[in-house]
Antibody, heavy 119, light 111 residues
Framework: QVQLQESGPGLVEPSETLSLTCTVS????????WNWIRQPAGRGLEWIGR???????SYNPSLKSRVTLSLDTSKSQFSLKLTSVTAADTAVYYC?????????????WGQGTLVTVSS | QSVLTQPPSVSGAPGQRVTISCIGS?????????VHWYQQLPGTAPRLLIY???NRPSGVPDRFSGSKSGTSASLAITGLQAEDEADYYC???????????FGGGTKLTVL
């Protein structure tokens, strides 16, 4: 059973860069697609983007100009960087796994980490 | 405003049946892209409930079922239980946006 765990600062100042890491255990990081999804308090889910086992990426067009995803297979981790953050980026951020045959099916999720953008 | 439209809330008494709709368009559900459903209990991460329109992962009770027709999909829950009280989200892929999309979510209240 693959498990995912998000980590990173819980507080980021406006205009700075939000950086999160998701650590994968219980399975190979090279045999799935890896996603980031966020959820502002009391609101719905928003897909941020996906990193493929090859390291190539796909992003939500609404966030594409500010997002970078990357994969570190040696550490079984993948990462999210979101630049120029504002209060609107305050949310719980989840990492999620999708299988190779269903890249939009989020089978496993991390517990989520709350990131607050505030000075 | 979400690309997939869900009712904000539904409710039902224990033992009853409820359905949650998910209305899309020809660039997502209508284009035959898979619809998945997630259950989010209060304070927890979403959990995959239905995948590929109608399939249940192991461990999901058969009280939960999914269907799809045209540009919409539905989640049905029979024999409502108090533990079913949660938020439910539909999800698919949109070819115009070129990415995964979610519905706005539906809060299920068990009366």
């Amino acid at each position: 059973q693959v498990q995912l765990q998000e980590s990173g600062p819980g507080l980021v100042e406006p205009s700075e860069t939000l950086s999160l890491t998701c650590t994968v255990s219980g399975g190979s990081i090279t045999t799935s697609y890896w996603n980031w999804i966020r959820q502002p308090a009391g609101r719905g889910l928003e897909w941020i983007g996906r990193v493929y086992p090859s390291g190539s990426t796909s992003y939500n067009p609404s966030l594409k100009s500010r997002v970078t995803l990357s994969l570190d297979t040696s550490k079984s981790q993948f990462s999210l960087k979101l630049t120029s953050v504002t209060a609107a980026d305050t949310a719980v951020y989840y990492c999620a796994r999708a299988p190779l045959d269903k890249l939009h099916k989020f089978e496993s999720w991390g517990q989520g980490t709350l990131v607050t953008v505030s000075s | 405003q979400s690309v997939l439209t869900q009712p904000p809330s539904v409710s039902g008494a224990p033992g009853q049946r409820v359905t949650i709709s998910c209305i899309g368009s020809n660039s997502n559900i209508g284009a035959a892209y898979d619809v998945h459903w997630y259950q989010q209990l209060p304070g927890t991460a979403p959990r995959l409930l239905i995948y590929g329109d109608t399939n249940r992962p192991s461990g999901v009770p058969d009280r939960f079922s999914g269907s799809k027709s045209g540009t919409s999909a539905s989640l049905a829950i029979t024999g409502l239980q108090a533990e079913d009280e949660a938020d439910y989200y539909c999800q698919s892929y949109d070819s115009s946006l070129r990415g995964s999309i979610f519905g706005g979510g539906t809060k299920l209240t068990v009366l």
